[in-house]
């Protein structure tokens, strides 16, 4: 017979009410180690991590570390003297390795519901400011909820960067979240975020599964949605950065999840001004970002070389025109308003890729070969 929850339901089937409360409590009493983990949701990599990333994390606390819970590395480029928000913070192995990034005149915020993690993140905030030499703290941990930003005193358009690791999924409310995260941005910020995201609509099995939860799988969201609630929120469309597999290690888990898929995923979303939409355009990298001095992954669909010509869609145009990224290119209004001509056939618009599953299987595919003066080989662009 099955354990039963605080209001008698079964414990595998909760409520949207209780949600908030059964995530407390998996991840401030139950997950101890990443070894309690039952899917690989919260440990997936993502693409290769610039030295002075892993420079900073090798200088986090090894309690930290040992407690954070996340799908990736969220780490934007450009972060001097930045205010960077994290939500869902944890154990605050993310903000510990930003407070080196954006330096003793940036900030970060980290916002947790679970007390826990919150107090954990707390009480290594002398430790990491006298051994990263700072004079006074950078970084701050509040308890609080994500769809309630203001709750805690956060006010509108105070924040450069708004980053979040693995937890959208755990909000009931989608919306709620975006919403928030834009109003605290400042115009032309940027909302830099790792999630769990499914190929379809979930089933009623799924969403009110406790331990699905837990696992950042119950409240993945159709990857579809995304696009649909930014656009309603305000953000610019997503740019899709990365995407990795997701594998569940348990048959119970795996009997209730059926043939839906999840990938882990990492998208951008910008707060583009009405006054920045233009048409498309051509840019040229002028380098000097940290990490990233020759050459800039944008996104998937968008590399920027040092001293190369790229042509643009108006919706990037519009992204490094307004953003923090503005004085590392040369923008000049023209091209086309296609994706980038890139790689091997140049001159060629590729279509954007939007699906982090998509991305998954190009990934998986051999990689087109060019022909001929540089003409597609027989699988195209």
């Given at each position: 017979?099955?354990?039963?929850?605080?209001?008698?339901?079964?414990?595998?089937?909760?409520?949207?009410?209780?949600?908030?409360?059964?995530?407390?409590?998996?991840?401030?009493?139950?997950?101890?180690?990443?070894?309690?983990?039952?899917?690989?949701?919260?440990?997936?990599?993502?693409?290769?991590?610039?030295?002075?990333?892993?420079?900073?994390?090798?200088?986090?606390?090894?309690?930290?570390?040992?407690?954070?819970?996340?799908?990736?590395?969220?780490?934007?480029?450009?972060?001097?003297?930045?205010?960077?928000?994290?939500?869902?913070?944890?154990?605050?192995?993310?903000?510990?390795?930003?407070?080196?990034?954006?330096?003793?005149?940036?900030?970060?915020?980290?916002?947790?519901?679970?007390?826990?993690?919150?107090?954990?993140?707390?009480?290594?905030?002398?430790?990491?400011?006298?051994?990263?030499?700072?004079?006074?703290?950078?970084?701050?941990?509040?308890?609080?909820?994500?769809?309630?930003?203001?709750?805690?005193?956060?006010t509108d358009e105070s924040y450069d960067?708004?980053?979040?690791?693995?937890?959208?999924?755990?909000?009931?409310?989608?919306?709620?979240?975006?919403?928030?995260?834009?109003r605290v941005l400042k115009p032309g910020?940027?909302?830099?975020?790792?999630?769990?995201?499914?190929?379809?609509?979930?089933?009623?099995?799924?969403?009110?599964?406790?331990?699905?939860?837990?696992?950042?799988?119950?409240?993945?969201?159709?990857?579809?949605?995304?696009?649909?609630?930014?656009?309603?929120?305000?953000?610019?469309?997503?740019?899709?950065?990365?995407?990795?597999?997701?594998?569940?290690?348990?048959?119970?888990?795996?009997?209730?999840?059926?043939?839906?898929?999840?990938?882990?995923?990492?998208?951008?979303?910008?707060?583009?001004?009405?006054?920045?939409?233009?048409?498309?355009?051509?840019?040229?990298?002028?380098?000097?970002?940290?990490?990233?001095?020759?050459?800039?992954?944008?996104?998937?669909?968008?590399?920027?070389?040092?001293?190369?010509?790229?042509?643009?869609?108006?919706?990037?145009?519009?992204?490094?025109?307004?953003?923090?990224?503005?004085?590392?290119?040369?923008?000049?209004?023209?091209?086309?308003?296609?994706?980038?001509?890139?790689?091997?056939?140049?001159?060629?618009?590729?279509?954007?890729?939007?699906?982090?599953?998509?991305?998954?299987?190009?990934?998986?595919?051999?990689?087109?070969?060019?022909?001929?003066?540089?003409?597609?080989?027989?699988?195209?662009?």
């Open positions: 017979m099955a354990a039963l929850c605080r209001d008698g339901a079964p414990e595998d089937q909760i409520s949207r009410d209780q949600i908030h409360h059964e995530v407390q409590d998996y991840y401030g009493r139950e997950l101890q180690k990443l070894e309690d983990l039952k899917t690989n949701a919260c440990v997936t990599p993502t693409r290769p991590v610039p030295k002075a990333v892993r420079d900073a994390l090798q200088r986090v606390h090894e309690e930290v570390v040992a407690r954070y819970y996340g799908c990736g590395l969220v780490i934007p480029e450009c972060l001097a003297s930045c205010r960077v928000l994290d939500l869902g913070s944890g154990s605050g192995r993310d903000c510990y390795m930003l407070s080196q990034l954006v330096g003793e005149q940036g900030h970060v915020t980290g916002i947790d519901m679970t007390e826990a993690q919150v107090e954990l993140a707390k009480k290594h905030i002398a430790y990491h400011m006298k051994k990263f030499g700072y004079q006074k703290p950078n970084v701050e941990f509040l308890q609080g909820y994500m769809e309630n930003l203001g709750d805690v005193g956060l960067i708004v980053i979040s690791n693995c937890v959208i999924n755990l909000a009931p409310d989608k919306r709620a979240v975006l919403r928030e995260a834009y910020g940027e909302m830099y975020f790792s999630d769990v995201y499914a190929n379809q609509h979930l089933s009623d099995a799924v969403r009110k599964h406790r331990v699905l939860w837990g696992e950042c799988l119950a409240g993945a969201l159709f990857w579809r949605d995304l696009y649909s609630i930014a656009k309603e929120v305000g953000f610019s469309p997503p740019c899709l950065v990365t995407a990795s597999p997701i594998t569940v290690s348990n048959k119970e888990l795996e009997r209730i999840i059926g043939d839906c898929c999840f990938v882990s995923a990492t998208f951008r979303l910008f707060k583009v001004p009405g006054s920045c939409q233009a048409g498309p355009g051509q840019v040229i990298y002028n380098g000097g970002i940290v990490g990233h001095e020759r050459e800039l992954v944008f996104d998937a669909n968008f590399t920027f070389k040092e001293g190369e010509v790229v042509d643009v869609d108006a919706e990037m145009a519009a992204i490094l025109r307004s953003s923090r990224f503005a004085d590392k290119f040369l923008i000049r209004a023209g091209g086309t308003d296609g994706a980038a001509p890139q790689g091997c056939c140049h001159g060629k618009m590729k279509e954007k890729i939007c699906d982090p599953f998509l991305l998954l299987h190009q990934q998986a595919a051999p990689a087109p070969a060019c022909g001929a003066a540089g003409t597609c080989g027989p699988q195209g662009c």
